[in-house]
């Protein structure tokens, strides 16, 4: 009786830790490489913490930020003016 209420207990821990799994990789920062330094920087800087080169601006349309190396913005289309 002991080593059922055991097994049960553990598949309840196994089934909360595999619930709390996929939050814990959603926070995970995605990296990049800085054009300039070549060092890590998260995706969503707009300028690198180690050389401070501009790594993301706002679009001139739409003004949702973008990569400073695109040519187009991804989310309305429009060629910048000045990139590439």
Same mark, same amino acid.
């Given at each position: 009786?002991? &080593?059922?209420?055991?097994?049960? &207990? =553990?598949?309840?821990?196994?089934?909360? /830790? =595999?619930? &709390? #799994?996929? #939050?814990?990789? =959603? #926070? @995970? $920062?995605? @990296?990049?490489?800085?054009?300039?330094?070549?060092?890590?920087? %998260?995706? %969503?800087?707009?300028?690198?913490?180690?050389?401070? $080169?501009?790594?993301? #601006?706002?679009?001139?349309?739409?003004?949702?930020?973008? /990569?400073?190396?695109?040519?187009?913005?991804?989310?309305?289309? &429009?060629? $910048? @003016?000045?990139?590439?």
């Amino acid at each position: 009786m002991l &080593l059922l209420l055991l097994i049960i &207990l =553990a598949v309840v821990l196994w089934l909360i /830790l =595999a619930e &709390l #799994e996929p #939050e814990h990789n =959603a #926070e @995970e $920062q995605i @990296e990049a490489a800085c054009p300039a330094c070549h060092r890590a920087v %998260d995706i %969503d800087w707009m300028v690198c913490p180690h050389c401070q $080169q501009r790594l993301r #601006e706002a679009c001139v349309h739409c003004h949702k930020g973008k /990569l400073i190396n695109h040519q187009y913005c991804p989310f309305c289309g &429009l060629v $910048q @003016e000045g990139t590439g």
